[in-house]
């Protein structure tokens, strides 16, 4: 339970340091994805403003959170 507790403390802060920098920004969000780096499609982040993952990236943190 306290690894998950540490993990959850984690991710947040990861978050909120993405949060800000993406304030920064142009604020048109990531232009790479927080999780692998690759680049994030435009037409991704057209459609979706603000983004931070990849398509892929995105679905694999839902599943894992999902739970």
Known sequence: MFDRAQ???LR?????LVRQAAKLSTGAGLSH???CGEAIPEKRRQCTPGCK???TCQHDYE???AR
Do not use: I, S, Y
């Open 7 to 9: 993990e959850l403390e």
């Open 12 to 16: 947040q802060r990861e978050e909120a």
């Open 33 to 35: 994805c927080m999780d």
């Open 53 to 55: 993952r990849c398509v």
């Open 63 to 65: 599943e894992r959170n």
